[in-house]
């Protein structure tokens, strides 16, 4: 049973950043589909970005240019970088996990986006 764990979230000015690690429990990163996600206060959750084993990165629109996503396959962990925070990006960010391939994410929906594993999320909060 995979299990992800996320950290990093706090509060931050707007314009700041965060570094969000994301550490899995077996040896998935790189071999699985993987991919960050938030969901604020009242709203759906979204995808923020996801990456294919093949490194493929795919951002959503509203994150592109200022979020980055990386990995460190020897740590088993999954990383964002947040840029330029705005407002708007507050929410609870998770970390997921899907043992295919991430295919055309357009056609993976909520609320579970088809992946398979999920962490239970840290608090970003930009003001």
């Known amino acids: 049973h995979v299990q992800l764990v996320e950290s990093g979230g706090g509060s931050v000015q707007v314009g700041g950043s965060l570094r969000l690690p994301c550490v899995a429990s077996?040896?998935?990163?790189?071999?699985?589909?993987m991919g960050w996600f938030r969901q604020a206060p009242g709203k759906e959750r979204e995808g923020v970005v996801y990456?294919?084993?093949?490194?493929?990165?795919t951002y959503a629109d509203s994150v592109k240019g200022r979020f980055t996503i990386s990995k460190d396959i020897a740590k088993n962990a999954l990383y964002l970088q947040m840029n330029s925070l705005k407002p708007e990006d507050t929410a609870m960010y998770y970390c997921a996990a899907d043992i295919w391939p991430c295919d055309s994410v357009q056609i993976r929906k909520p609320p579970n986006y088809g992946m398979d594993y999920w962490g239970k999320g840290t608090q970003v909060t930009v003001s």
């Open positions: 077996g040896d998935i990163i790189g071999r699985y589909c």
């Open positions: 990456l294919d084993k093949d490194g493929t990165a």
